[in-house]
């Protein structure tokens, strides 16, 4: 159980590192009033995701340790779904309804296709 929990902490700090290295890229020193770069981590998340579990679900789930550090910690620390929440809300607040429906449709559609997308690749090789 200790063993674990270790892998899935360091995978969550991992995907932690690289969420804000996204932000970081994507915003470098400007202000922008639509979060991008958390549709853009939320996006790469969902397609990594599916790439894993794919991969998982073709080879039989027989590397648990390898799910737990990946899917899990880093897939689950990269991916930002409080933060998008928290982006959505921010919209809604400032009055900008299109740009918070857009926002909230697109992350939730495009990350189900993508974790899908990743899942159909990894079945086809």
Avoid: H
Avoid at 20 to 44: A, E
Avoid at 86 to 102: I, V
Wanted: with cysteine; charged share 5%.
């Amino acid at each position: 159980m200790i063993k674990n929990i270790i892998l899935v902490g360091l995978g969550g700090a991992l995907g932690s590192v690289v969420r804000y290295l996204i932000s970081v890229l994507v915003y470098s020193g400007k202000t922008q009033s639509f979060p991008w770069s958390t549709l853009l981590t939320n996006f790469m998340g969902c397609l990594l995701l599916g790439l894993l579990l794919g991969y998982f679900q073709k080879n039989d789930n027989q590397y648990q340790e390898l799910k737990l550090l990946l899917a899990i910690g880093v897939c689950g620390g990269m991916t930002t779904f409080s933060t998008f929440s928290a982006e959505t809300l921010n919209l809604m607040q400032s009055g900008n309804l299109l740009a918070t429906a857009l926002y909230a449709i697109s992350s939730f559609v495009g990350g189900v296709l993508l974790l899908y997308l990743g899942v159909v690749l990894i079945r086809l090789c």
